[in-house]
Protein backbone atom coordinates (compact mmCIF):
# COMPACT_ATOMS: atom_id res chain seq x y z
CA UNK A 1 0.00 0.00 0.00
CA UNK A 2 1.81 2.94 -1.02
CA UNK A 3 0.59 6.60 1.89
CA UNK A 4 0.34 9.84 0.24
CA UNK A 5 1.39 13.42 2.01
CA UNK A 6 -0.17 16.15 0.79
CA UNK A 7 1.40 19.76 1.51
CA UNK A 8 1.06 23.46 0.06
CA UNK A 9 -2.33 24.11 -0.04
CA UNK A 10 -3.43 27.75 1.54
CA UNK A 11 -5.26 30.96 1.10
CA UNK A 12 -4.61 33.50 -1.86
CA UNK A 13 -5.87 36.04 -3.56
CA UNK A 14 -7.56 35.62 -6.97
CA UNK A 15 -4.74 35.45 -9.43
CA UNK A 16 -2.06 34.26 -7.47
CA UNK A 17 -0.18 30.75 -7.23
CA UNK A 18 0.69 28.01 -4.92
CA UNK A 19 2.45 24.90 -5.26
CA UNK A 20 1.06 21.68 -3.84
CA UNK A 21 3.29 18.67 -3.24
CA UNK A 22 2.83 14.85 -2.47
CA UNK A 23 4.90 12.38 -1.03
CA UNK A 24 4.60 8.79 -1.77
CA UNK A 25 5.77 6.26 0.27
CA UNK A 26 5.53 2.45 1.34
CA UNK A 27 7.32 -0.34 1.56
CA UNK A 28 7.87 -1.96 -2.12
CA UNK A 29 5.65 -0.05 -4.32
CA UNK A 30 5.62 0.78 -7.70
CA UNK A 31 3.16 3.57 -9.28
CA UNK A 32 1.94 3.67 -12.97
CA UNK A 33 0.24 7.09 -11.93
CA UNK A 34 -0.61 9.52 -9.56
CA UNK A 35 -2.97 12.15 -9.90
CA UNK A 36 -4.63 15.23 -8.14
CA UNK A 37 -8.58 15.53 -7.71
CA UNK A 38 -10.27 17.96 -5.56
CA UNK A 39 -13.57 18.58 -3.58
CA UNK A 40 -15.21 21.86 -2.61
CA UNK A 41 -18.20 21.97 -0.44
CA UNK A 42 -21.26 20.59 -0.93
CA UNK A 43 -19.72 19.24 -4.64
CA UNK A 44 -18.76 16.04 -5.77
CA UNK A 45 -14.81 15.24 -5.73
CA UNK A 46 -13.82 15.96 -9.48
CA UNK A 47 -10.89 15.08 -11.86
CA UNK A 48 -7.59 18.01 -11.80
CA UNK A 49 -4.50 16.58 -13.41
CA UNK A 50 -2.49 13.35 -13.42
CA UNK A 51 0.51 12.17 -14.69
CA UNK A 52 2.38 9.02 -15.68
CA UNK A 53 5.37 7.99 -13.57
CA UNK A 54 7.06 6.02 -16.82
CA UNK A 55 6.66 8.76 -19.35
CA UNK A 56 5.39 11.68 -17.96
CA UNK A 57 2.37 11.47 -19.94
CA UNK A 58 0.15 14.71 -18.25
CA UNK A 59 -3.60 14.83 -18.23
CA UNK A 60 -5.78 18.38 -17.12
CA UNK A 61 -9.36 19.10 -16.42
CA UNK A 62 -10.84 21.81 -19.08
CA UNK A 63 -11.43 23.50 -16.46
CA UNK A 64 -7.07 24.42 -15.23
CA UNK A 65 -5.69 23.68 -18.63
CA UNK A 66 -3.29 26.54 -18.91
CA UNK A 67 -3.04 27.38 -15.52
CA UNK A 68 -2.08 24.50 -13.56
CA UNK A 69 0.84 22.19 -14.37
CA UNK A 70 1.71 18.77 -13.02
CA UNK A 71 5.23 17.49 -12.71
CA UNK A 72 7.14 14.83 -10.99
CA UNK A 73 10.29 13.69 -9.44
CA UNK A 74 10.78 9.96 -9.47
CA UNK A 75 14.05 9.98 -7.10
CA UNK A 76 12.36 11.95 -4.68
CA UNK A 77 8.48 9.89 -5.33
CA UNK A 78 6.78 13.22 -5.16
CA UNK A 79 3.97 15.05 -7.21
CA UNK A 80 3.65 18.63 -7.77
CA UNK A 81 0.59 20.68 -8.86
CA UNK A 82 1.58 24.06 -9.90
CA UNK A 83 -1.36 26.52 -9.91
CA UNK A 84 -0.96 29.55 -11.14
CA UNK A 85 -4.33 32.65 -12.29
CA UNK A 86 -5.98 31.22 -9.20
CA UNK A 87 -9.77 31.68 -9.21
CA UNK A 88 -12.12 31.73 -6.65
CA UNK A 89 -13.82 28.43 -8.22
CA UNK A 90 -10.63 26.48 -7.46
CA UNK A 91 -11.27 26.56 -3.56
CA UNK A 92 -11.29 22.91 -2.58
CA UNK A 93 -9.65 20.28 -0.69
CA UNK A 94 -6.85 18.73 -3.01
CA UNK A 95 -6.22 15.16 -2.66
CA UNK A 96 -2.94 13.53 -4.03
CA UNK A 97 -3.98 9.91 -5.45
CA UNK A 98 -1.77 7.03 -6.98
CA UNK A 99 -2.35 4.28 -9.21
CA UNK A 100 -0.21 1.39 -7.99
CA UNK A 101 1.68 -0.33 -11.27
CA UNK A 102 0.11 -3.52 -10.55
CA UNK A 103 -3.53 -2.12 -11.47
CA UNK A 104 -5.10 -4.92 -13.30
CA UNK A 105 -7.22 -3.76 -15.88
CA UNK A 106 -8.07 -0.59 -17.83
CA UNK A 107 -6.84 2.38 -16.47
CA UNK A 108 -8.95 5.60 -16.91
CA UNK A 109 -6.49 8.22 -15.97
CA UNK A 110 -9.66 10.56 -15.20
CA UNK A 111 -11.56 8.69 -13.05
CA UNK A 112 -10.88 8.45 -9.28
CA UNK A 113 -11.91 4.63 -9.10
CA UNK A 114 -8.90 3.63 -11.38
CA UNK A 115 -6.47 5.49 -7.76
CA UNK A 116 -6.83 2.95 -4.89
CA UNK A 117 -4.35 5.40 -2.56
CA UNK A 118 -5.27 8.71 -1.46
CA UNK A 119 -4.06 11.22 0.98
CA UNK A 120 -5.82 13.59 3.17
CA UNK A 121 -6.22 16.22 1.44
CA UNK A 122 -4.91 19.61 1.59
CA UNK A 123 -6.87 22.86 1.80
CA UNK A 124 -7.00 25.86 -1.16
CA UNK A 125 -8.97 29.08 -0.84
CA UNK A 126 -8.92 31.27 -3.25
CA UNK A 127 -10.57 34.70 -2.35
CA UNK A 128 -11.97 37.47 -4.40
Known amino acids: QVQLVESGGGSVQAGGSLRLSCVASGSAFSIYAMGWFRQAPGKEREFVSA????????YYDDSVKGRFTISRDNAKNTVYLQMNSLKAEDTAVYHC?????????????????????WGQGTQVTVST
Open 97 to 117: AAVPASASGIVVITKAESFSS
Open 51 to 58: ITWIGGNT
